[in-house]
Every structure is written in C-alpha cells, then in structure tokens.
C-alpha cells in the first residue's frame, strides 16, 4: 500500500535501535519518511554540532554532513561523499537537514540544482540532477531503510456460508434462497426456501415434498427464511397447512397435516427459533 502524500516528508527526532550501519558515536534520527515518486537526492545527513565545525575547520555551525550516499543516486552521480557537508541548496543557506530535506521534498524530480558542500576545509560546488524515488523510504542519518512494496493482493471470492436448518414440524432440511439470486432463478423463483431433504415418515414426505421443491409461501404468506417457516406453522391452529411450492419452475399447492405433537421422529434442537 502507498503512502499518503502528506506523509511523504515527515520530520520527526524519534530515537531509532542502532544498527551496524551507524556510527556508534551517531544518535539515529528519523529524517523524512518519503513515498515512492518523491524528489530525493540519495544522502543520509546529520546537523553539525559545534565540535564536529571547529573538527571539520567550518566557519559557521551550520550545514548538513553527510553520513551515506545512496549508490547510484543523484548525489552519487553527482560526486558527493561521505563527509562532505551541505551548506547551501541552489543558493538557499542550509542550516540544518530539516531544512534541507524539505527542500529537496519541494523541488521537482529532473530538475538540476547547485550544491554548496565543505571537503578538506575547502568549498566547491556541484550540479546534481533530483532524482525521483523507485520506492518508499525511511531516511535516517546512517542511510536509507527501504520499505518494501507490499504486493497487490489478487481479489479472491469468499464463498457464502451455507446455513442448513431441519424443521422438526415439517420434516425437512432447507436452505434459504435470498443470498442466492442466481440460484433462485434457476429454480425459476425470485425468493424462497430450498428443500434440501425430506426426512422418512414426516408430515413432509406423506404431502409429497420432494429434495429440490421451494416453499414460497406458508398459508398464502411469503416466506424467505427458516424463520419465516418456522413463525407460520407456530402460528397457526390448525393442524393443516398449505404449502406453496415451485417444482420443475411451475407453483402448485400442497396440503401438511402436521402431527399433533408438532414434532417428528428425528427433532433437532438447531431449528431457528420463531
């Protein structure tokens, strides 16, 4: 997943774990955060305290040391080196490297710019090209930490889960219909309940209910749901239902006379309440 862009250039001094890479003389700092396609020049870079200036015969305690060179960078290309210190970016006095990588950060990707760096108690200047980041990155003042890309995850498709009921009332095992659009036109119905299987010797299997019929209705009202079944024969007084079904795509009738128990040789206590 990408960065956002506001996170592009963070600044932040958040103590990190040294790790061989740094100086053990080198507290490691978080210097920017960077996304891919940022402007970046390839240097890990530290602030000059006043003993490293008068070390390094500066004038001023000011600047940006350079610590690593990214290979194959715009700096690297550029002839910069380790120890070499930023002082100024296309003319603009660097006074540290907040203001530095937030410069860098601002200036587009191909664009030359003219650096001021301090080597063997000498000035020079040098042209470098602002390269455009391949990946995102945390800068630190012992290098470059890549983050690597996290792959696209291909788009799988979860199957739905398969909710069984049995109806001790009726004798059968169903499934409902709704979550299944395709599969309810293929049993020529817009909603309903499938019929699973009809257990042996229910009021189901003497009415005639067959695996594969849809009950669409119960005493002319819609069902869609184990539930909905379920709360209609609970519903009623009678001992006798009608049943609406769809076989074989056409809608037909069918008379249930329950037991007078309302229950059958093989109960389970799974069926959804009302």
Same mark, same amino acid.
């Given at each position: 997943?990408?960065?956002?862009?506001?996170?592009?250039?963070?600044?932040?001094?958040?103590?990190?774990?040294?790790?061989?890479?740094?100086?053990?003389?080198?507290?490691?700092?978080?210097?920017?955060?960077?996304?891919?396609?940022?402007?970046?020049?390839?240097?890990?870079?530290?602030?000059?305290?006043?003993?490293?200036?008068?070390?390094?015969?500066?004038?001023?305690?000011?600047?940006?040391?350079?610590?690593? $060179?990214?290979? +194959?960078? #715009?700096?690297?290309? &550029? !002839?910069? =080196?380790? /120890? *070499? @210190?930023?002082?100024?970016?296309? %003319?603009?006095?660097?006074?540290?490297?907040?203001?530095?990588?937030?410069?860098?950060?601002?200036?587009?990707?191909?664009?030359?710019?003219?650096?001021?760096?301090?080597?063997?108690?000498?000035?020079?200047?040098?042209?470098?090209?602002?390269?455009?980041?391949?990946?995102?990155?945390?800068?630190?003042?012992?290098?470059?930490?890549?983050?690597?890309?996290?792959?696209?995850?291909?788009?799988?498709?979860?199957?739905?889960?398969?909710?069984?009921?049995?109806?001790?009332?009726?004798?059968?095992?169903?499934?409902?219909?709704?979550?299944?659009?395709?599969?309810?036109?293929?049993?020529?119905?817009?909603?309903?309940?499938?019929?699973?299987? $009809?257990?042996? +010797?229910? #009021?189901?299997?003497? &009415? !005639?209910? =067959?695996? /594969? *019929? @849809?009950?669409?209705?119960?005493? %002319?009202?819609?069902?869609?749901?184990?539930?909905?079944?379920?709360?209609?024969?609970?519903?009623?007084?009678?001992?006798?239902?009608?049943?609406?079904?769809?076989?074989?795509?056409?809608?037909?009738?069918?008379?249930?006379?329950?037991?007078?128990?309302?229950?059958?040789?093989?109960?389970?206590?799974?069926?959804?309440?009302?």
């Amino acid at each position: 997943m990408r960065m956002q862009s506001n996170l592009a250039m963070v600044i932040a001094a958040v103590g990190l774990v040294a790790s061989p890479a740094f100086s053990q003389s080198t507290r490691a700092r978080i210097v920017a955060v960077q996304s891919a396609g940022t402007s970046y020049l390839g240097i890990g870079v530290v602030n000059i305290g006043a003993d490293r200036a008068k070390a390094l015969n500066l004038k001023d305690q000011r600047g940006a040391e350079v610590t690593h $060179v990214d290979e +194959n960078g #715009p700096a690297a290309k &550029a !002839g910069i =080196k380790e /120890g *070499d @210190v930023v002082l100024e970016y296309n %003319g603009t006095p660097v006074e540290g490297i907040e203001q530095l990588v937030r410069m860098v950060f601002e200036t587009p990707a191909g664009r030359q710019v003219k650096l001021v760096i301090w080597r063997n108690a000498a000035s020079q200047t040098v042209t470098a090209t602002v390269g455009e980041r391949p990946g995102p990155v945390i800068e630190t003042p012992g290098g470059v930490v890549r983050i690597p890309d996290v792959p696209n995850i291909p788009s799988i498709q979860i199957p739905r889960f398969q909710w069984s009921w049995q109806s001790t009332m009726l004798g059968i095992e169903g499934e409902s219909l709704g979550p299944e659009r395709q599969l309810a036109e293929y049993f020529g119905v817009k909603d309903g309940v499938l019929v699973k299987q $009809v257990m042996r +010797n229910t #009021p189901a299997e003497k &009415a !005639g209910l =067959k695996a /594969g *019929d @849809v009950i669409t209705k119960v005493n %002319g009202t819609a069902v869609s749901s184990a539930r909905d079944i379920t709360a209609q024969l609970r519903s009623t007084s009678n001992r006798t239902v009608t049943l609406t079904i769809v076989r074989d795509k056409h809608e037909m009738p069918l008379t249930v006379t329950l037991d007078q128990t309302g229950s059958n040789p093989h109960p389970n206590p799974a069926e959804p309440p009302a």
